[in-house]
């Protein structure tokens, strides 16, 4: 499960087209993509595969799972490291859309996997309708935590924090100034912070 590299012309809206790559990956005689979708940088897929043995067709469609990167390194401009729903993968983004495709199995990794990104999904929706979510703090709310890195700003761990949600705002022709566009960022007055960075 190493990284695979190469160089493609395959550009859309002037990008790699990562996901028409990983797409024609699997379109050959026996196999085609029922359906893709690229969550961030991770490519999931639903891949029919169909054999013949003795006249009896045999039809199967599994989850395909890669992670993919458009950094450029050796005169390659895309690389990929590719897996499917049997292997230990820990990534669960996988769309319901594409899980619906899927046929029944019995291998445990692959059942375990698919649990997986259920139980993922049913975290996201609980984390939307948490009022105390980071994400549906009003703005203006402040939150404090201790840090357990060193930043350039010369913060250091054990250090505590105290950030506040602001909107962004940007420049709306309409009203003749700047106006919110209903996404905000949190900010220690200086610097803006990830929210991962202090979400726990």
């Not at 990008?15 to 690229?38: C, H, P, Y």
């Not at 013949?52 to 799972?65: H, L, P, S, T, Y």
């Not at 993919?68 to 390659?76: E, L, P, Q, Y």
Request: hydrophobic residues 30%; proline residues 3%.
């Amino acid at each position: 499960m190493g990284w695979t590299g190469y160089r493609t012309n395959n550009y859309k809206n002037g990008k790699v087209d990562v996901q028409g790559e990983m797409d024609k990956l699997f379109n050959t005689i026996n196999s085609r993509v029922l359906k893709s979708a690229m969550v961030g940088s991770e490519y999931y897929a639903a891949v029919e595969e169909t054999t013949v043995k003795d006249g009896v067709e045999n039809r199967i469609v599994f989850a395909a799972i890669f992670q993919t990167s458009t950094r450029r390194a050796d005169g390659c401009n895309i690389f990929y490291k590719d897996m499917d729903e049997t292997v230990v993968n820990g990534y669960y983004k996988c769309p319901v859309g594409i899980l619906k495709l899927l046929t029944p199995t019995d291998n445990a990794n692959a059942k375990a996997w698919r649990e997986g990104c259920l139980k993922w999904r049913e975290e996201q929706k609980a984390k939307k309708s948490d009022p105390d979510s980071l994400k549906n703090l009003p703005e203006g709310s402040q939150i404090r935590f201790t840090i357990n890195f060193s930043t350039t700003s010369g913060l250091k761990p054990g250090d505590e924090v105290t950030l506040s949600k602001v909107a962004k705002r940007q420049w709306n022709c309409n009203v003749g100034g700047y106006a919110p566009t209903g996404k905000f960022y949190w900010t220690d007055g200086y610097y803006r912070w990830r929210e991962k960075t202090h979400s726990g």
